[in-house]
């Protein structure tokens, strides 16, 4: 089945500090790519959706500038908080979709982030 | 405003009984629904989904009701195995959107 890789796993960094969350699609290409946050014991929310060559789209309520999302390639995304503070601190999950099905997501593993 | 529900937090079931996960949504438009498995510090993994021309799909111990009168689907897991002790998912979607996922249901299976 599809992959979707996710680097680093997990990240602690000082209040202040940029971040950078890495998204890969292994063994597929990725026209879109949606970012996820999930705080504990509450749902997958929604970030961003980014193709491939264009803007992010950004859910209302998420701030574009913080959470700068990068989609260089069909195989890669990134995610930067920019500024990160202790409220950051969150899982975020990167997913994937080819152009052969929009509603299958692939997931990856996430990426713990502690902000001290 | 939250579209798709899933309005049991936790749910436990003794191993080998069938596990059934509800889920509920509002909005009419929605046309392909999909559970989600997820165990802690993960990322979600699709279990098996089902699109609103059917109203049921099976695949090995899983299957997916879609009652579209009622707005309501539901996961049957039998028999159910420690292994499936996670958190399950509902999402929905149409057309080319993006998917809005319920709140979740931590399963416990009882060994």
């Known amino acids: 089945g599809a992959v979707v890789s996710q680097h680093p796993s997990w990240v602690i960094c000082k209040s202040g500090t940029s971040v950078k969350i890495e998204c890969r699609s292994l063994d597929f290409q990725a026209t879109t790519m949606f970012w996820y946050r999930q705080f504990p014991k509450q749902s997958l929310m929604l970030m961003a959706t980014?193709?491939?060559?264009?803007?992010?789209?950004?859910e209302q309520g998420v701030e574009k500038d913080k959470f700068l999302i990068n989609h260089a390639s069909l195989t890669l995304s990134t995610l930067t908080v920019t500024s990160a503070h202790p409220e950051d601190s969150s899982f975020y999950i990167c997913?994937?979709?080819?152009?052969?099905?929009?509603?299958?997501?692939?997931f990856g593993p996430g990426t713990r982030l502690t902000v001290l | 405003d939250q579209q798709v529900k899933q309005n049991s937090p936790s749910l436990s079931v003794q191993e080998g009984r069938i596990s059934i996960l509800n889920c509920d949504y509002t909005n009419s438009m929605f046309d392909y629904f999909l559970w989600y498995k997820k165990y802690p510090a993960e990322g979600p993994t699709f279990l098996i989904s089902i699109s609103s021309i059917k109203d049921k799909n099976e695949d090995g111990r899983f299957t997916v009701f879609l009652n579209k009168s009622a707005k309501h689907l539901s996961l049957h897991i039998v028999p159910s195995q420690p292994g499936d002790s996670a958190v399950y998912f509902c999402?929905?979607?149409?057309?080319?959107?993006?998917?809005?996922f319920g709140t979740g249901t931590r399963l416990t299976i009882i060994p």
């Open positions: 999402a929905a979607n149409f057309g080319n959107e993006k998917l809005t």
């Open positions: 980014s193709n491939e060559g264009s803007k992010a789209t950004y």
């Open positions: 997913s994937a979709c080819g152009l052969w099905s929009y509603n299958e997501q692939f």
